[in-house]
């Protein structure tokens, strides 16, 4: 069983969406952000960043896992999906990852800190994150031509790199003028597991229609 610590962020949802695909069983401990729950010493052992997403997988000896790419690709792994096995094909996903962890999220996520929290409005600092996470979108609308999905078949690369373009306008952005990036994303939104993932963390406690009947085949609870 997968205990999944998030809140509803981009980086969280990039976890709940991954445990959906693959259909595993898991439980949600929401994390409160406006607590700073993240930030309290139980938690901290857990990941000692102070950040989510993280979990704990109980069934592999309650083996930590956190950083949400670092969860991707541990998952991925775990269950034989959405990382090809092939030397190539594993690193060309793991490239597009990167780019969203060092690339799309740090950048748009400071594009929304200044865009919408920051209590002094500073003309640079938004136009100069807003910017660059426009650049980086461009680079996906020339990486998605022709492609359905960012390495051909769908990867944990997408499922990293979705939660924060379709949250584009809470940053201030527009993907107008983007078809395959607008493509892209419809393409996501409209898979049932996307979708339950992007409804955690609703539950306490919650496994996808998939991770239940998974479980009964094993004679494992699913909570």
Excluded: C
Excluded at 183 to 200: E, F, I, M
Aim: proline fraction near 7%; aromatic fraction near 10%.
């Amino acid at each position: 069983m997968i205990e999944l610590f998030t809140a509803g962020t981009p980086n969280g949802y990039k976890v709940s969406i991954m445990l959906e695909e693959l259909a595993l069983p898991y439980t949600v401990r929401p994390i409160d952000l406006g607590r700073k729950e993240q930030k309290e010493p139980w938690f901290l052992k857990i990941n000692p960043n102070g950040r989510i997403p993280a979990i704990i997988d109980h069934d592999s000896d309650d083996f930590i896992v956190f950083e949400s790419g670092a969860i991707l690709i541990y998952l991925a792994e775990k269950a034989g999906k959405f990382l090809p096995a092939d030397a190539k094909g594993r690193s060309r996903v793991i490239q597009w990852l990167m780019f969203q962890m060092g690339g799309i999220g740090p950048m748009q996520g400071q594009a929304n800190v200044f865009f919408r929290y920051a209590p002094e409005k500073i003309p640079f600092a938004i136009e100069r994150y807003q910017k660059e996470t426009l650049r980086l979108y461009q680079v996906l609308e020339r990486q998605l031509d022709g492609r359905e999905f960012l390495v051909d078949e769908v990867s944990i690369a997408d499922f990293a790199t979705f939660p924060w373009v379709r949250s584009h306008e809470w940053a201030g952005l527009s993907i107008d003028g983007m078809p395959n990036v607008r493509r892209w994303l419809d393409t996501l939104s409209a898979r049932p597991a996307v979708k339950r993932g992007l409804a955690v963390p609703a539950k306490t406690e919650r496994a996808s229609p998939g991770a239940q009947d998974a479980a009964i085949r094993t004679g494992r609870s699913i909570l």
